[in-house]
Structure formats: structure tokens, C-alpha cells
Nanobody, 127 residues
Framework: QVQLVESGGDSVQSGGSLRLTCAVSGYSVSNYCMGWFRQAPGKEREGVATLDRSGRTSFGESTFGRATISRDNAKNTLALQMNRLKPEDTAMYYC?????????????????????WGQGTQVTVSS
């Protein structure tokens, strides 16, 4: 059974940084396309970043240049580093896993591609 558990969400001030971690079981982070998405109240789920088996990454427009996605194969975890946080980054952040090895660049905008989801971790950025 695939399980994804996010952690690291917090309340921070604008300009700060956060590192989110997704602990994965029943699934190998090194073999598949994985991603981070976020959803603010009243808004659609938005892609933040994806990372696939080959190490290829893609980023959402609103987080490009401020987000880094990485994985630790030994610990079987996925991480998201977010810098220069803005109030508009406030959202629930979700880790997601695909059944595909490769991510297409447009997968970051298509949550439906991802079969497995965590429960989310809240990020709140104050001005």
C-alpha cells in the first residue's frame, strides 16, 4: 500500500524559506514521477514542481525560480525547498506520486496524472 506523509509546513513571514518533506512507503521515489502541488481555499489545485526517474524537473509558473525539488533515495523521501516566500504562497501543500516513470513538462499542471496523494501540510506566509 502506497503511503505519502508530508511534514515541514509552518507559519513564516514573507521573504522566509521552508523545506517540506514527503515520507514515502510502498513505493520507490527513485523509480517514478513525483510532484508537489498546493491548494489555497477557494482555488484549484496548482502544480509546484515535479521530478522524474531521470532527474528531470518542471516547475509551476508562480514558483519558478523560488522552488527546488529533490529526493533522497536512501531515505525514500521527496523534498521541496521554497525560498523568498510570499503571502500568495499560503496553501495546503501536497505530495503526489505517479505510476509513470517519466514526467512530461505539462504534468506539473495536471494533478489527474498522479495516482497517490498525501494528506497535506499547511504553509502560511504573513506579510
Amino acid at each position: 500500500q502506497v503511503q505519502l506523509v508530508e511534514s515541514g509546513g509552518d507559519s513564516v513571514q514573507s521573504g522566509g524559506s521552508l523545506r517540506l518533506t514527503c515520507a514515502v512507503s510502498g513505493y520507490s521515489v527513485s523509480n517514478y514521477c513525483m510532484g508537489w502541488f498546493r491548494q489555497a481555499p477557494g482555488k484549484e489545485r496548482e502544480g509546484v514542481a515535479t521530478l522524474d526517474r531521470s532527474g528531470r524537473t518542471s516547475f509551476g509558473e508562480s514558483t519558478f525560480g523560488r522552488a527546488t525539488i529533490s529526493r533522497d533515495n536512501a531515505k525514500n523521501t521527496l523534498a521541496l525547498q521554497m525560498n523568498r516566500l510570499k503571502p500568495e504562497d499560503t496553501a495546503m501543500y501536497y505530495c503526489a506520486a505517479s505510476k509513470n516513470s517519466n514526467c512530461f513538462s505539462y504534468d506539473v499542471s495536471q494533478p489527474s496524472v498522479f495516482a497517490y496523494w498525501g494528506q497535506g501540510t499547511q504553509v502560511t506566509v504573513s506579510s
